[in-house]
């Protein structure tokens, strides 16, 4: 669980996202990706996620030329090690790919997401009235 110090950040850090960011949050925000809701700058534990989905447990990450640097590769793995810990996938997108192909980004995101969520079921019959007589249903099933 998040601390009230890291809630403070990710609020300052959704104000300020970067050109990137701003560009993924524009077609992830209002369940755009087919239904899929995620979040902006999202705590979770000592870390604030870029893009979080909380159903698919599914940590999206714009990274860009920071990131390959050696202590950030560093810093990046034992963050996705505690993340994985708690049963939240990370993946990692470049900024320059947010910028150039995004509707590749949003396919990739997308997919992810997907795996992850729990397989939709139908929703049970609202007909409740009727006993059925198939043999296929146990006894006292209803459709």
């Not at 534990?45 to 989905?53: A, E, K, R």
């Not at 997108?93 to 949003?106: H, I």
Request: with cysteine; charged share 35%; glycine share 4%.
């Amino acid at each position: 669980m998040a601390d009230g110090k890291s809630y403070e950040r990710a609020k300052a850090f959704r104000k300020a996202l970067t050109p990137p960011e701003a560009r993924l949050w524009s077609r992830l925000k209002g369940r755009s990706v087919h239904g899929i809701k995620f979040r902006k700058q999202h705590p979770v534990g000592p870390y604030i996620l870029d893009f979080y989905c909380a159903e698919a447990r599914l940590a999206v990450e714009v990274d860009g030329s920071v990131h390959d640097d050696p202590q950030q590769v560093n810093h990046d793995r034992r963050r996705t090690a505690w993340l994985s810990s708690e049963r939240i996938r990370v993946i990692r997108v470049a900024a320059l790919d947010v910028l150039r192909e995004l509707d590749g980004v949003l396919e990739f995101v997308e997919r992810a997401a997907r795996d992850r969520l729990p397989s939709a079921s139908p929703p049970p019959s609202r007909r409740t009235s009727r006993r059925s007589t198939s043999p296929s249903l146990r006894d006292g099933e209803e459709i």
